[in-house]
């Protein structure tokens, strides 16, 4: 069987296509820049144009694109948007539509053909199968796993990244493993507005979705190391969200989510030895700019290990953590992770993926 794995992130976008029949090493693997970036960089060329901007499509991440909206909005010229491309910069309308981005049907903003139509979606398999063609590889996966960070549509008067954690800490009420935050296509919760778009961009075909620092979590521990310790601290630094889970087992003991570029190594340290020790207070990640922070139970001295393209802020830090890269590539964590969530989520591949995993 075939599998497409995507791992969509705020800088770079890390692709893993595998055929079962391979070692994963052998697979074909690439790290391109993220739609959001490539979606700023189209929307830059149009402000250094002076010409207005039509975006339409579906609702992806937003970071780099929507900096470069707000300029081009700070320059005067004029932007069309439909509801769901609008989605991408806030879940509130109301509020996008206050930055001057005029709100239209699909039918209406089709009538503004002298500006720069640019078409978002976090996934864009069209553009990926045409890249692959040249290479003499045919795209035809048999299941296809996309891992995004949705924030989800926060309930008005809420902040958007206290929602996200609380929704986390529901998720982890109602099982508490890493498995809760692995979805298929028809059970993506309503308020995941970025996820519902890529299931719709995906169609019909075996789709499982995961939040990208759980899907590099899971792939962390298919290290060999990391795997050989049954209690262990695993910590993702991504390019915006840091996240750490305490695990023993399958079973989550804690976790907190942080904000990257808030981080500095000294307080790095001291969340991930609180979140060892059972010791965070109550909101003290929240207090300092970043989602949240959860004690569920405490562990017993866990293996501490980093991965992550930010992992630079822990290395050689005093608490000795070990930098893993599962099937020697950092990278590819998350879409090994994602194999993982496939194998988990799809039971009648369990048996071919797993073999696979242990193969290498």
Same mark, same amino acid.
């Given at each position: ?10 800088t770079?976008?890390?692709?893993l ?10 697979a074909i693997?690439m790290v391109?820049?993220s739609p959001?970036?490539l979606?700023?960089?189209a929307i830059e060329?149009?402000t250094?144009r002076?010409?207005s901007?039509?975006l339409?499509?579906?609702t992806m991440?937003?970071g780099?694109c929507? @900096?470069?909206?707000r300029?081009h909005?700070? @320059? ?5 948007a439909?509801? +769901?491309a ?11 539509a206050?930055w ?5 049907s ?5 009538r503004?053909?002298?500006g720069t139509i640019i078409?978002?979606a976090d996934v864009?398999l069209p553009r990926?199968e ?6 003499d590889?045919? *795209?035809r996966?048999?299941?296809?796993t996309v891992?995004v960070?949705d924030h %989800?549509v926060?309930?008005a008067?809420e902040?958007e990244?206290?929602?996200?954690f ?6 982890l009420?109602a ?6 935050f ?12 970025r996820m519902?778009?890529?299931?719709r961009?995906t169609g019909?075909m075996?789709?499982v979705l995961?939040d990208t ?6 792939g962390?521990?298919l290290?060999?190391l990391?795997?050989? +310790? ?9 390019? $915006?969200h840091?996240?750490?889970?305490n695990l $023993?087992g ?7 989510e942080?904000?990257?570029s808030?981080l500095?190594r ?9 979140l060892?020790?059972?010791t965070?207070?109550?909101d003290?990640v929240w207090k300092?700019?970043g989602?949240?922070?959860?004690i ?11 991965t992550?393209p930010?992992?630079s802020l822990?290395a050689? @830090?005093?608490?000795d953590?070990?930098?893993s890269?599962?099937f020697? @590539?950092?990278? *590819?964590?998350g879409c090994f %992770?994602?194999?993982k969530?496939?194998s988990?989520k ?7 993926i797993?073999k696979?995993?242990?193969r $290498?």
């Open positions: 069987m075939q599998i497409l794995c995507l791992d969509v992130g705020s770079t976008q890390d692709i296509f595998l055929d079962t029949a391979q070692r994963i090493e052998n693997q391109l820049p959001t970036i979606v700023a960089r060329a149009a250094a002076r010409g901007l039509v339409t499509g579906e991440g937003g780099a929507t @900096s470069a909206i300029r909005l700070e @320059s005067g010229l004029e932007v069309y439909t509801e +769901h609008a989605r991408s910069f806030r879940d509130d309308l109301r509020e996008v206050s001057g981005i005029r709100l239209e699909a039918e209406e903003i089709s503004h053909a002298d078409s978002l864009d990926l045409r890249a692959l063609s040249a290479w590889v045919t *795209l996966p048999d299941v296809i891992a960070l %989800g926060a309930p008067g902040s990244r206290l929602w996200r609380r929704y986390l800490q529901e998720f009420a099982n508490g493993t890493l498995e809760a692995i979805f298929s296509g028809n059970d993506v919760p309503a308020h995941f507005t519902q778009a890529v299931v961009t019909p075996p789709l995961m620092g759980a899907a590099a979590v899971l962390a521990s290290d060999p990391v795997g050989r +310790h049954e209690n262990r601290l695993v910590v993702n630094l991504g390019n $915006s840091t996240i750490a889970f $023993s399958s079973r989550v003991l804690g976790f907190f942080h904000h990257t808030l500095s000294s307080r790095l340290e001291e969340l991930l030895s609180g060892a020790e059972g965070l207070e109550k003290e300092d700019g989602h949240g922070n959860l569920i139970e405490k562990g017993t001295s866990p293996f501490l290990t980093a992550g930010q992992r822990i050689g @830090s005093r608490l953590p070990y930098l890269a599962p020697g @590539s950092m990278m *590819l964590t %992770g994602m194999l969530a496939v988990i799809l039971p009648e591949w369990r048996e071919e797993d696979t995993l242990s $290498s």
